[in-house]
């Protein structure tokens, strides 16, 4: 019993979660709060280049 979730919203869900976790990295001291800007970038990059991939694909 698997169910088939798009592409797209699994790579949009995990940028919300990465969202949520940079919010709250954000609020602590030290260096939780220095990586939360490098996590953020990098994190919300994989949504971009998912759709994009997926929109090559449906093109062929």
């Given at each position: ?7 797209t ?6 940028a ?9 990295l954000?609020?602590?001291?030290g ?9 953020f970038r ?5 949504r971009c ?7 090559f694909?449906?093109?062929?």
């Amino acid at each position: 019993m698997s169910s088939y979730i798009p592409i797209t919203d699994r790579a949009f869900g995990f940028a919300v979660r990465i969202i949520k976790l940079c919010n709250f990295l954000d609020q602590q001291p030290g260096t939780p709060r220095l990586l939360a800007n490098q996590l953020f970038r990098s994190g919300t990059s994989n949504r971009c280049t998912e759709v994009k991939i997926h929109a090559f694909k449906s093109q062929k």
